[in-house]
């Protein structure tokens, strides 16, 4: 077991483990909750749109959110970063509660159009840019550096569950009371965060003291200013600036055919909506197998080879989707892709926090955030496309090929290559 050095520095004491640590689990706790209310937000939201417009305005609405949350998710680094992440996601999640409720309060007394949706949908991309960063800053905050595989590992089993949970709760919410009562769900769910991430103690302090005020002080730095530091830090560790190229490939390769493509090739392969359901089950179950794993495990030797290789490998099994003879084939690469697409997901998180400096946590996971959330999503409508010209074979061939890309560049890279995750 790692031991670490008292505050005194006299003795040292005995790391704990992440999964047995209070505050960890008071975060994950929360993070679960406000993960079951996106799922259920979004069930809402769509069938809203659904009813209050055509469509094309429906579609609009749900892609609203991508554009705010694109231009702020750099800016939103920098406030995670400024501010401290516990008290960036508390606001956060306080405004998505309370304009959650507002909808659904008008929903109850009113029809509005799908323009008060949109607004909704503006008003949640904008805070997500905020709450992103900060969500991936805290656990360094909270926990031994050694303990951060093991806390990714416990947030992708966290996430699991809210893909399981959430849309069917948000469902029955709709089924029961209309939209307004799946939108006071997500509301009541966004609200049980809020005290858990309160009672989360900062046992971290690594921002930089404030520069004294009075005449003749140092102005404090600009945002501009923190965000190029941001950024320069990247550049200048050989391990964090590999890493954000090979997160951008293998994102703008995966998310494209695990959303749009494999509902084309479901309707394209006659498997329906129940086979798309045991392709996307087979992905889970993989995904949520190696997070376990990695949970009860807490390290991964030589992290950045294992990350480089498992990308390379899931990228072959994204490829192998479109031309599996038959559905139990496209379950059993599903599973494939879940599993090695978990374990590659969890390094790439535990190595952005332990590379980076902690005052720059945030700022460096808006950046990964930026590609994951932000513009990955866009290429759905180029994938769909993309599809109708040349048919699903040769875009996930494609797509794989940029994710293989990501995984070469990351073993190409010695200093990636050769990244260790803390003891």
Known sequence: MTVTPTRSGSAPAAERPAHRDPDVLRWLGSYASSAIGDNVYYVALSWAAVQAGTPSQAGLVMAASAVPRALL????????????????????????????IAVAVLLLVAAPGPWLLGLLALVFGAVDAVLMPALGALPARITPRGQLARVQGMRGMASRLANVVG??????????????????????LFAVALPLLMAVRMRRHPLPQKPPAGPGA?????????????????????????????????????????NVGLTLLADERGWGAPGMGWVLAGFGTGAGAMSLLLTVRGRVPRAGLVLSVSIAAGAVAIGALAYVPTLAAAVGAALAVGLLAGLSGTLCGALVQTESDPAYVGRVTSVASLFSLGLAPLTFPVTGAAIALWGTGPVFAASAGVCVLGGLLGLGSRALRHAELPR
């Open 73 to 100: 998710m750099l800016g939103g680094g920098v406030v995670a970063d400024r501010f401290g992440p516990r008290r960036v996601l508390i606001l956060s999640n306080g405004v998505r509660c309370a304009a959650v």
């Open 167 to 188: 849309a069917p709760l948000g469902g029955l919410g709709v089924a029961l009371g209309g939209a307004a009562a799946a939108f006071g769900t997500a509301a009541l």
């Open 218 to 258: 140092p102005a404090r730095a600009t945002a501009w200013q923190e965000l190029r530091d941001g950024l320069r830090h990247i550049r200048r560790n050989p391990v964090l600036a590999r890493l954000m190229t090979v997160i951008a490939l293998s994102d703008l390769g995966f998310v494209g055919p695990l």
